[in-house]
């Protein structure tokens, strides 16, 4: 199998790992890890993060938004209202229209408010965004995004920052086959295997934040994240043998003394 270059709104990129940018002790941190991961996109918390006050620290100082896309987003949002205030104001901000939705139903298990979500998804659209859905992982559901004008699908492997990795294979499966949107996982991965498997299933991409930013050694795991995703690309396009209940040798009877 031939890859396909990772294309999102008609915009090419080169690494597939997407990375965010909460959580690190520092910007120099968080600009270390990031460079070290090779990830060309970037995830930023417009509600969190100073993007504009230029007498305060601000993310661009450390990465070059001329040199890595700026991927806005809408994390600690409830609604769709505020969902779309949000990203309007990226808009006006610094001219962003590929953004990250995500609007949570409740604070304690952040789990997506899908209701909410295909509403914003709808709205946004309509004003002209690029909108990648961060969703749960219900084929009928990620097929309504898709219908409604996402440009990738974002399912979750697991509840944000817990680290417990793809949670439903069969699920994340489904929808890959009926989409030919970008496929994305966003949050739970908690290791270099969890991405790698996310891969492994046909994913096109991984966003990576907690796993990264919260690990004993960020940098380390950054690189290791990047490898990973490499990694299970290449073994999703060489085609896996097929599984079997026995044991099958290596080598034929044919010839044998």
Same mark, same amino acid.
């Given at each position: &199998? !031939?890859?396909?270059?990772?294309?999102?709104?008609?915009?090419?990129?080169?690494?597939?790992?997407?990375?965010?940018?909460?959580?690190?002790?520092?910007?120099? %941190?968080?600009?270390?890890?990031?460079?070290?991961?090779?990830?060309?996109?970037?995830? #930023?918390? #417009?509600?969190?993060? $100073?993007?504009?006050?230029?007498?305060?620290?601000?993310?661009?100082?450390? !990465?070059?938004?001329?040199? !890595?896309?700026?991927?806005?987003?809408?994390?600690? @949002?409830?609604? +769709?209202?505020? +969902?779309? =205030?949000?990203?309007?104001?990226?808009? %006006?901000?610094?001219?962003?229209? *590929?953004?990250?939705?995500?609007?949570?139903?409740?604070?304690?298990?952040?789990?997506? %408010? &899908?209701?909410?979500? *295909?509403?914003?998804?709808?709205?946004?659209?309509?004003?002209?965004?690029?909108? &990648? #859905?961060? @969703?749960?992982?219900?084929?009928?559901?990620?097929?309504?995004?898709? $219908?409604?004008?996402?440009?990738?699908? &974002?399912?979750?492997?697991?509840? !944000?920052?817990?680290? /417990?990795?793809?949670?439903?294979?069969?699920?994340?499966?489904?929808? =890959?086959?009926?989409?030919? /949107?970008? *496929?994305?996982?966003?949050?739970?991965?908690?290791?270099?295997?969890?991405?790698?498997?996310?891969? %492994? *299933?046909?994913?096109?991409?991984?966003?990576?934040?907690?796993?990264? +930013?919260?690990?004993? $050694?960020?940098?380390?795991?950054?690189?290791?994240?990047?490898?990973?995703?490499?990694?299970? =690309?290449?073994?999703?396009?060489?085609?896996?043998? $097929?599984?079997?209940?026995?044991?099958?040798?290596?080598?034929?009877?044919?010839?044998?003394?």
């Amino acid at each position: &199998m !031939i890859d396909k270059k990772f294309k999102i709104a008609n915009k090419i990129f080169k690494s597939r790992l997407i990375v965010g940018t909460g959580k690190y002790k520092s910007f120099s %941190e968080c600009a270390k890890a990031i460079k070290t991961s090779g990830a060309d996109i970037v995830t #930023v918390a #417009v509600r969190r993060v $100073n993007i504009s006050n230029k007498n305060k620290a601000r993310l661009m100082d450390y !990465i070059d938004p001329k040199k !890595i896309t700026y991927l806005p987003n809408t994390a600690g @949002c409830f609604t +769709a209202e505020d +969902a779309i =205030r949000t990203l309007r104001l990226a808009r %006006e901000i610094g001219g962003w229209k *590929l953004v990250k939705l995500e609007v949570l139903g409740d604070k304690r298990n952040l789990f997506p %408010e &899908m209701i909410e979500t *295909l509403r914003s998804t709808e709205l946004l659209t309509k004003e002209g965004f690029k909108v &990648m #859905v961060y @969703c749960n992982d219900d084929p009928l559901m990620a097929k309504r995004l898709e $219908n409604a004008g996402a440009v990738a699908i &974002m399912p979750l492997a697991a509840p !944000i920052g817990s680290g /417990l990795g793809i949670q439903n294979k069969v699920n994340i499966k489904i929808i =890959r086959k009926q989409t030919k /949107l970008p *496929l994305i996982i966003d949050a739970g991965i908690g290791q270099a295997s969890d991405a790698s498997i996310a891969m %492994e *299933l046909g994913c096109d991409g991984v966003l990576i934040n907690t796993a990264i +930013a919260k690990a004993n $050694n960020p940098i380390q795991m950054a690189e290791a994240m990047k490898l990973a995703v490499i990694s299970g =690309r290449k073994s999703f396009l060489s085609g896996r043998i $097929n599984p079997k209940l026995f044991g099958s040798a290596s080598t034929t009877n044919k010839g044998i003394i």
